[in-house]
């Protein structure tokens, strides 16, 4: 072979030598082979003639990715007056990631006088989107314009895809608007550009204009209009999207599928994302990963869980993605079967556990009733290995367990380490102080913010008013809300509201209820919360009132759920369910529990339940609430070693709250009670939250 290319370079010109090797180069697909044409043409004296066979060369070396190669080629080369040589070494550089040479290659170019082109800025450019250099890619525009290159469709396209990749979004959008020739592209570019800006507003305006001048869209702005439909979550759009990429055959691309699930999912439209998932050609890893992720988004656990066992059924195989999702699912659900399933998939798999999964399998623990494990977790990891999300996710773990102490120092502990405290910290540590009733240690976290240059936002004055409310500083915690910076929303008022329903303050729950009716019109729990303010105060008119109002809008009292795990199952009991073959026995059971109770001196506590009902019948609803029939069921089938696990959906009553001290030094057993807003820990007839909930 080699004896026959000598032949060729000995017998031929320099333009047939040309073609005969471009045509080698073209057809080579391995390295070794590369390597041997390029000993050929160095030993030859061609590589230093022809630039053209040279750029060749280190075009394939780069896509080898052996750039060092693609250098000494360069190197070997006359480059001296060619801006074309030069480019394709950029381009090598660029188009694989090597940014920082890149930037050093051009630097080098200039300097070496080569004068840049309309070939050149867009490989220079695209380097600076990547590595986030605005000041270098600004002097690059400069550059861009002394030269006269600044009207060139590619170049201002690279322009706009470097400001927009460097966050200066404005900037972008005036190199857009001076283009006088726009094409898809460029179009597209800037679209993305708001829509990874979260700007989908903009987004989709800009959609609008694009149509206008007669632009056709393909399925490249598809995906991007979808996330910037799935950002407003607006479902009418989502479904006009849709439609748009079933007439267009647009749906026959896996992004475009993959895309609109991820729409569907964050806005709340399950239904639909399923059509589109069963009815996908192709199903990559990445589209079952988006089924997943709407599953869990819209608090369907149970089903990602079972789409993960059709998954596996299909030989598709998980990533980190995956799996984060599906540790995500366990913690919504509170199994810790199902977790403890999942951590060991993860480790038989030898999926990659990096620290944002080892946090999220944490916080997973923590929600599963297992706080235990994710403290042992933690200990795994080195102290300077730790990051702010594992401090987060232990002190809200914490927190959520009612152990505010230990939150606390864990809080001091990462300022210790020099883990500046971000605004989840603050969000955790203060709900943390919430439920512990401290009050004084919360107000001190508050005031540090503005030392860790953190603006308190609706969450963390959420947080503050909650706490003060338990506290039943209510005028302060009022006080807190008219001097916020920002506009009150449903948290805040919602946390006052619940306040002045422990204590008993119709006058301010009146105040946040009628901001709460104002800013959530369809939210049933806050017209159901201020009904028992009414209740309590045996204001019945006004409670009627309320009623007929939820009843005119179509409101109803979100059904109570408790759910308890056993045998690798998860069983759920309904208030005041209708007899069956497990139901007969657990009633039974909670009806001898009820007895015993009283023996302890349980006397049912009646404001749970409705005014315009009988007290004895108001006693049978007390007595059969979903997490007592929960907690009977437990009583039969769990083991007295094991702890009692119960998940409900809502806040747990006071009556089965003290039923539930009691349970647990009558029957010697621990209980575990995750509800909307905590856990419980019942223990010897006392609960970890000091009953200050």
């Given at each position: 072979m080699f004896r026959r290319w000598f032949s060729i370079c000995n017998k031929n010109t320099i333009s047939e030598i040309d073609t005969h090797y471009d045509k080698i180069i073209q057809s080579c697909n391995t390295l070794p082979l590369l390597t041997q044409i390029h000993s050929v043409l160095t030993t030859t004296g061609i590589i230093k003639q022809s630039v053209h066979l040279s750029a060749r060369v280190i075009i394939k070396y780069a896509d080898h990715l052996h750039l060092n190669e693609a250098r000494s080629v360069f190197n070997e080369t006359d480059h001296e007056s060619s801006s074309f040589l030069w480019n394709t070494m950029l381009r090598g550089y660029a188009n694989n990631g090597y940014c920082t040479e890149a930037l050093w290659f051009y630097s080098l170019m200039r300097e070496s006088g080569i004068k840049p082109n309309n070939y050149t800025f867009p490989f220079v450019l695209k380097s600076c989107a990547v590595d986030l250099v605005i000041t270098f890619g600004k002097m690059v525009h400069s550059e861009v314009i002394r030269t006269g290159f600044g009207s060139d469709i590619y170049v201002d396209a690279a322009l706009v895809d470097m400001y927009s990749g460097c966050g200066v979004i404005d900037?972008?959008?005036?190199?857009?608007?001076?283009?006088?020739?726009?094409?898809?592209?460029?179009?597209?570019?800037?679209?993305?550009?708001?829509?990874?800006?979260?700007?989908?507003?903009?987004?989709?305006?800009?959609?609008?204009?694009?149509?206008?001048?007669?632009?056709?869209?393909?399925?490249?702005?598809?995906?991007?209009?979808?996330?910037?439909?799935?950002?407003?979550?607006?479902?009418?759009?989502?479904?006009?999207?849709?439609?748009?990429?079933?007439?267009?055959?647009?749906?026959?691309?896996?992004?475009?599928?993959?895309?609109?699930?991820?729409?569907?999912?964050?806005?709340?439209?399950?239904?639909?994302?399923?059509?589109?998932?069963?009815?996908?050609?192709?199903?990559?890893?990445?589209?079952?990963?988006?089924?997943?992720?709407?599953?869990?988004?819209?608090?369907?656990?149970?089903?990602?869980l079972n789409l993960f066992e059709q998954m596996k059924v299909f030989d598709v195989m998980p990533n980190e993605v995956t799996v984060l999702v599906l540790v995500s699912a366990c913690a919504y659900i509170g199994s810790r079967h199902h977790a403890t399933r999942i951590h060991d998939y993860i480790i038989e798999n030898n999926i990659e556990i990096n620290l944002t999964l080892w946090n999220a399998i944490m916080d997973m623990y923590a929600k599963c009733s297992d706080l235990d494990t994710a403290v042992k977790m933690s200990k795994q990891v080195p102290l300077d290995q730790l990051d702010v999300s594992s401090y987060n996710t232990l002190i809200s773990g914490y927190g959520m367990h009612g152990y505010g102490k230990q939150a606390l120092r864990l809080y001091n502990e990462m300022k210790n380490e020099n883990i500046h405290p971000n605004h989840i910290t603050f969000i955790s540590i203060l709900s943390a102080c919430s439920h512990a009733g401290l009050i004084n240690e919360g107000k001190k976290c508050f005031l540090e913010m503005k030392d860790f240059l953190v603006t308190p936002d609706s969450k963390h004055y959420a947080c503050m008013v909650d706490m003060l409310g338990r506290a039943g500083q209510l005028d302060e915690a009022y006080d807190l809300i008219k001097n916020m910076s920002s506009k009150p929303n449903d948290d805040v008022w919602g946390a006052l509201l619940l306040a002045c329903k422990m204590y008993g303050n119709t006058n301010l729950a009146k105040v946040a209820a009628n901001n709460l009716f104002c800013l959530e019109p369809q939210h049933s729990g806050y017209y159901v919360l201020m009904s028992n303010v009414y209740a309590d105060s045996r204001n019945w008119y006004e409670v009627g009132k309320l009623r007929e109002n939820m009843k005119n809008k179509g409101l109803k009292k979100p059904a109570a759920l408790s759910l308890i795990e056993f045998n690798n199952e998860l069983h759920g009991f309904h208030t005041g369910e209708q007899l069956d073959s497990v139901t007969r026995d657990v009633y039974k059971k909670m009806e001898q529990m009820i007895i015993d109770l009283k023996k302890a001196g349980y006397v049912p506590d009646l404001s749970c339940v409705f005014h315009d009902v009988e007290d004895e019948d108001k006693e049978a609803m007390v007595y059969y609430h979903g997490e007592k029939l929960a907690l009977a069921f437990g009583l039969i089938n769990i083991d007295k070693s094991l702890p009692i696990r119960i998940t409900k959906n809502l806040r747990v009553c006071s009556d089965c709250h003290s039923a539930f001290k009691l349970v647990s030094c009558v029957y010697e057993r621990k209980i575990i009670v995750r509800d909307v807003n905590r856990f419980h820990h019942f223990e010897d007839g006392l609960c970890s939250c000091n009953d200050y909930w």
């Open positions: 900037d972008a959008r005036k190199v857009f608007d001076k283009m006088s020739k726009r094409d898809v592209v460029c179009w597209t570019s800037m679209i993305t550009a708001y829509e990874q800006d979260e700007r989908g507003e903009t987004a989709l305006w800009l959609l609008g204009r694009m149509q206008d001048e007669g632009f056709a869209l393909d399925w490249v702005t598809i995906v991007t209009v979808a996330s910037a439909v799935g950002q407003l979550g607006d479902a009418r759009k989502g479904r006009a999207v849709h439609a748009f990429a079933l007439r267009n055959r647009l749906l026959l691309e896996v992004p475009v599928v993959n895309s609109i699930l991820a729409m569907y999912g964050k806005c709340g439209e399950v239904e639909y994302a399923e059509t589109v998932f069963v009815h996908a050609k192709v199903k990559q890893r990445i589209t079952w990963n988006s089924m997943l992720t709407c599953y869990t988004q819209n608090g369907l656990a149970s089903e990602a």
